[in-house]
Structures are given as C-alpha cells and as structure tokens.
C-alpha cells in the first residue's frame, strides 16, 4: 500500500503519522502535539491533534516519538477503545489499558482540543495539555 493511500481504506493496521500527514489534503490543517510521560503519567509518547483524516476523534499511542514508528490509535469518548495497531501484539497488550484509562479520565479535555483545538492561541494549549490528568 502506497503511502498516497486514502486512510479510509486502511483497516489491517494503524498508519503510521506519516502516512497519515500524507494522506491529508493540501487544504487540511491540524495542530498536533507528543505528550511525554511527564504530562500523562505512562511511558511512551501519545500524540494528539485537532481535527485530523476522515476518522473519528482518537490520540495515538507510540513506544518512541517518530512520524515513522508503529502506534495503536484509541477513540477519545467516554468509553474508549483501540481501533488500529500496528505495534507488536506483546507492546500493544502492555500497554493498551493504561492508554485507555488516560483517555477515559481525559476524554472531555481531548475532544474539546479535537474539535476547536486549530482555533486556540498557544497559551490556550499550554493550559489544555497542563490541565491533563495523569494514570
């Protein structure tokens, strides 16, 4: 699969932020950041954004920071889940509940920073990413 491929059909494994980016259209635009363990309480980094691709609101979850590395996406609602991965199945049962219990205590948080984050000014997300809670 080129890395040009719509998301949409991406079903087998979680792209990685790459191949995300590079499936956007020159018009999208989205803010990002990669909270570190000192922010979420949980080794690894997880990346969030604004409005991103044609899914659902979701954070990423990754081992180490690189646009290139394997990740699991996990929806950002109140009841949360994993809905792609492309981590090793033994990195991914490691640390997939720990990951969705962070979203869970912060689902409210990050669906405001999904939907109206690319419309905050800098010090509005520094707050947002210090008001997070950790696991």
Same mark, same amino acid.
């Given at each position: $699969?080129? $890395?040009?491929?719509? =998301?949409?059909? +991406?079903?087998?494994? @979680? #792209?990685?932020?790459?191949?995300?980016? /590079?499936?956007?259209? @020159?018009?999208?635009?989205? @803010?990002? /950041?990669?909270?570190?363990?000192?922010?979420?309480?949980?080794?690894?980094?997880?990346?969030?954004?604004?409005? $991103?691709?044609?899914?659902? #609101? &979701?954070?990423?979850?990754?081992?180490? #920071?690189?646009?290139?590395?394997?990740?699991?996406?996990?929806?950002?609602?109140?009841? #949360? &889940?994993?809905?792609?991965?492309?981590?090793?199945? &033994?990195?991914?049962?490691? $640390?997939?509940?720990?990951?969705? /219990? +962070?979203? /869970?205590?912060?689902?409210?948080?990050?669906?405001?920073?999904?939907? !109206?984050?690319? !419309?905050?000014?800098?010090?509005?997300?520094?707050?947002? =990413?210090?008001?997070?809670?950790?696991?």
């Amino acid at each position: $699969m080129s $890395m040009h491929d719509n =998301i949409a059909v +991406w079903t087998d494994r @979680d #792209p990685t932020l790459d191949e995300e980016i /590079a499936a956007l259209d @020159d018009e999208d635009v989205f @803010d990002m /950041a990669n909270l570190v363990e000192s922010q979420t309480g949980m080794p690894g980094i997880v990346t969030i954004t604004t409005v $991103m691709g044609k899914h659902g #609101p &979701r954070v990423k979850y990754l081992i180490k #920071p690189g646009r290139h590395q394997p990740s699991f996406s996990v929806t950002i609602e109140a009841a #949360p &889940r994993v809905v792609a991965s492309s981590l090793d199945e &033994r990195d991914l049962r490691r $640390m997939a509940e720990t990951v969705i /219990a +962070w979203v /869970a205590l912060n689902h409210e948080s990050l669906a405001a920073f999904w939907w !109206d984050g690319a !419309d905050w000014t800098a010090p509005d997300v520094q707050t947002f =990413i210090a008001g997070l809670k950790k696991v």
